[in-house]
């Protein structure tokens, strides 16, 4: 019975020391999730390993992955517990006759995997809204032997936690985060790169590679896609933008010692073409890899392997491109279909008569998502038949960050009308219940009013913004509107607004808000809103009643006892 116990423990000691090497003893990995949180956690835990990477980009690449790779690998597949591509992959990858195969399932890749990192002490804090950031500090990252976290309010306290069991040497947090988590992680005296400036952050994120792995050489990308070349840490990542190279970018080039430039993906040649142009680097693209999938005769070239990443739904569209005879202007109207605020920059060649005459905007102009933007110009025309006009419009996320473009020519509508429109605005109030700003506007004319506004240069948090209406709003003649912008400001933020900053677009025609009225106006705070006065009204009336209700029985009672 006891050598029988005893054999039990020692075949029981073997299982555990083959399962412990088996799941230490890996030279490659393999994501297999839908979360690009994952894929981007798992390449860069193979990179902090010395081990290499692949990811799963759909069911079927299961397979045709592993014709890429060696039988003498031993695997470590990386799962997501709710989203994985494969069910049991490790099953499958042995099957094909490959050295070894572990597969770890995790809730949060990125929470988890940090913990089997035990030697890293570096640390650096994206945003997990978009994908851009946390590809610019990859190479650094990979340099720096730092894991990334993604992170938000509701999960810092659990990177926190993480952190607070760590030494931690250096934290670094990149571009923007929720004020709770600056709030949280300024005891470990972070090192902080926020421009508000999504290509003025990359730069300075570059410049810090470069201090301690300088190079010639740098990966071109839009930070809307992982491939995982860009994680390895051996060049850093400079942003292209998708179609416009932002001037930073450029005169950054023009400076640096870049002198090579890679490109990767094939969605940016047009970008690619204007840096080497512009900046006089030279640029190589990579685009594509041999094919995986084996069959009968030559193989086709196959697409890189790329996972996209949540990025701003930027989209941009000319609406009308107007004459106005009696205000001698040039009016252009932009629609927005994004789902974040822009800003746009417009240079416009008008042809008539053989001869052509610019005009355009000296600043970036802000549009909020789903609205219309009408920017109006002072024009002289010799006639007016056959007007066109070239629109060249820069678009992006910032003011400084214009990396789109829209380039269509455009027959100009002459018309010949006033718009009468006129408006006030009577005082700007913040409702702290609410949650929101509460802006009355009165219409001062006979005639309907739309109105949109935005109030500029607020300081929130830590950054500055431009937040605005929803869409325009119609304000009947003569009559007066609150409008409404939702926005969560605390007790610090309003401290530091007393006075803002509010501009209002308005016009007779809802698609053509031609006019605008600019103030900086006192902000009023309110703590409580009318139905809550109302109510505590009724309170105190209602409490009022019942006292001298109490007194008039107190006093029966009284005439009772006497009797």
């Not at 099953?91 to 890749?109: K, Q, T």
Request: proline share 2%; hydrophobic share 40%; net charge negative.
């Amino acid at each position: 019975m006891g050598k029988t116990k005893n054999f039990f423990v020692m075949l029981f000691l073997v299982l555990a020391v083959s399962s412990f090497v088996s799941a230490a003893d890996f030279d490659h990995v393999v994501t297999n999730s839908e979360d690009w949180k994952d894929v981007y956690s798992g390449i860069h835990y193979a990179t902090l390993s010395d081990a290499q990477s692949d990811f799963l980009t759909s069911a079927n690449h299961a397979r045709i992955l592993l014709n890429s790779l060696g039988k003498a690998k031993t695997i470590k597949v990386v799962s997501s517990k709710n989203n994985p591509y494969a069910f049991n992959y490790a099953d499958l990858i042995i099957s094909e006759g490959f050295e070894g195969a572990e597969e770890s399932v995790y809730r949060n890749a990125n929470l988890e995997l940090v913990k089997e990192l035990e030697n890293v002490k570096n640390f650096i804090v994206v945003d997990s809204s978009y994908g851009y950031g946390a590809m610019a500090v990859a190479p650094y990252a990979a340099k720096k032997n730092a894991w990334v976290f993604f992170s938000n309010n509701i999960n810092v306290d659990e990177i926190d936690s993480i952190l607070s069991n760590r030494e931690v040497n250096e934290l670094l947090i990149y571009g923007y985060v929720d004020r709770e988590v600056r709030d949280a992680l300024e005891k470990y005296s972070p090192i902080v790169i926020n421009n508000q400036d999504k290509f003025e952050d990359n730069i300075e994120i570059v410049e810090k590679y470069l201090d301690i792995s300088p190079t010639k050489q740098a990966l071109l990308t839009n930070g809307e896609f992982i491939e995982k070349e860009l994680m390895t840490g051996t060049q850093p990542i400079l942003f292209t933008g998708r179609q416009n190279v932002p001037d930073k970018i450029r005169d950054y080039l023009k400076t640096s010692d870049i002198e090579i430039g890679v490109l990767v993906g094939n969605e940016l040649m047009g970008a690619a073409t204007n840096i080497r142009r512009s900046t006089g680097i030279s640029v190589m693209v990579k685009f594509a890899r041999g094919a995986r999938n084996p069959g009968a005769g030559i193989s086709a070239v196959e697409g890189l392997d790329l996972f996209p990443l949540p990025s701003p739904s930027l989209k941009l569209e000319i609406y009308s491109v107007e004459y106005n005879k009696l205000s001698g202007q040039l009016e252009v109207t932009y629609k927005s279909s994004a789902n974040t605020p822009g800003y746009l920059k417009g240079t416009i060649t008008i042809n008539q008569d053989g001869e052509k005459t610019k005009v355009g905007d000296t600043e970036a102009l802000f549009i909020a998502p789903g609205s219309y933007k009408t920017v109006s110009y002072s024009v002289e025309m010799n006639s007016y038949d056959d007007l066109r006009a070239n629109i060249f419009t820069i678009y992006g996320e910032g003011k400084d960050a214009l990396d789109r473009v829209l380039d269509e020519e455009w027959d100009i509508n002459v018309v010949d009308v006033i718009d009468r429109c006129d408006i006030e605005i009577l005082k700007v109030v913040y409702n702290k219940q609410k949650d929101r700003f509460e802006i009355a506007v009165k219409n001062t004319e006979n005639v309907n009013c739309w109105v949109d506004l935005s109030i500029e240069n607020l300081l929130i948090g830590y950054e500055e913004k431009t937040i605005s209406t929803d869409r325009s709003y119609r304000i009947l003649s003569n009559k007066k509107e609150t409008l409404y912008i939702e926005e969560e400001m605390f007790d610090s933020d309003l401290e530091k607004n007393k006075m803002v900053d509010v501009v209002a677009h308005f016009g007779e025609k809802e698609t053509s808000l031609v006019k605008v009225l600019s103030g900086t106006f006192e902000l009023r705070i309110s703590s409580l809103s009318t139905v809550t006065y109302v109510m505590a009204g009724l309170t105190v009336v209602a409490g009022g009643f019942f006292f001298l209700f109490f007194l008039r029985r107190r006093k029966e009672r009284e005439d009772d006892f006497d009797f």
